[in-house]
């Protein structure tokens, strides 16, 4: 694991933007695990004004959405599938047809997240997974007590996970659905690449956690220690609580894989 930490939110958007632009350069059908979310939003928006301004060419790319929302219609304005629509899809040349999210409202959930692993198989796995991280150290909808070897299921979602979730539901927590199907851990564990960001000083004891804390599936977000290519890039103000952030900025600046991103 490396942790990468930028000066402020912006800056962490765009390195994290910069990264998956040149794993698209390096390979056009990239598969592309997708995240969404507050952090999420401003790392689209840098993508999509680099397809506007120089080109950056989706029209291979394959995208694996982490999550959707157990009741809620593609075309909810609530529904991932809606914001995905509006943040990325709709705003670059990805072909459609290679974008892939769980169906909230299929009528058998067990079987949608075996045809959903399915799919993922058939493209060979997931070259680059995008992560955010919840406020219970959940990556996806693995709430606490998923399993570190899991795969992609229906989860009840935790009141904490509820009330950050909310403001997409008016304010209101019991607005949001209480079940998700979400890729899991053991899934998101085999992507080739992974890149978390993480931002705001709300996040940073639970990033302290992740990244230096015991592996533990009370916090899904650690099991990303186990993985051999994983980058988390992280604001100052969610890095305050590390321990090891002198060192992690000394990397940052005498690694040469960062010199070009500096």
Not at 39 to 57: H, T
Not at 89 to 116: C, M, S, W
Not at 191 to 203: D, Y
């Amino acid at each position: 694991m490396e942790i990468l930490i930028q000066a402020n939110a912006e800056r962490a958007s765009k390195l994290a933007a910069n990264i998956i632009a040149d794993r698209l350069l390096a390979k056009p059908d990239l598969v592309l695990g997708c995240a969404t979310g507050r952090s999420m939003e401003a790392i689209y928006g840098e993508l999509v004004q680099m397809y506007r301004e120089k080109q950056l060419d989706f029209s291979r790319c394959h995208s694996f959405n982490l999550d959707e929302y157990v009741g809620l219609a593609p075309d909810d304005a609530r529904s991932y599938h809606y914001y995905m629509r509006q943040q990325l899809f709709q705003k670059v040349n990805i072909d459609l047809q290679n974008t892939h999210l769980p169906n909230g409202l299929a009528a058998d959930l067990k079987a949608e997240a075996r045809r959903y692993e399915q799919q993922i198989a058939q493209q060979d796995g997931i070259d680059l997974q995008l992560l955010g991280l919840g406020e219970s150290g959940h990556i996806g909808f693995n709430e606490p007590l998923s399993s570190l070897m899991s795969r992609t299921r229906d989860k009840a979602l935790t009141p904490t996970t509820l009330k950050q979730n909310a403001r997409f539901f008016g304010g209101d927590p019991e607005k949001v659905p209480r079940r998700a199907l979400t890729i899991g851990v053991g899934t998101i564990l085999e992507a080739r690449e992974i890149l978390m960001v993480v931002t705001g000083a709300e996040k940073a004891d639970i990033l302290a956690k992740a990244t230096e804390g015991p592996i533990t599936a009370m916090i899904s977000a650690t099991a990303l220690q186990l993985h051999s290519n994983c980058k988390v890039i992280v604001d100052e103000a969610a890095a305050q609580h590390l321990q090891g952030q002198d060192y992690y900025r000394w990397i940052y600046e005498h690694e040469p894989e960062w010199q070009a991103y500096r």
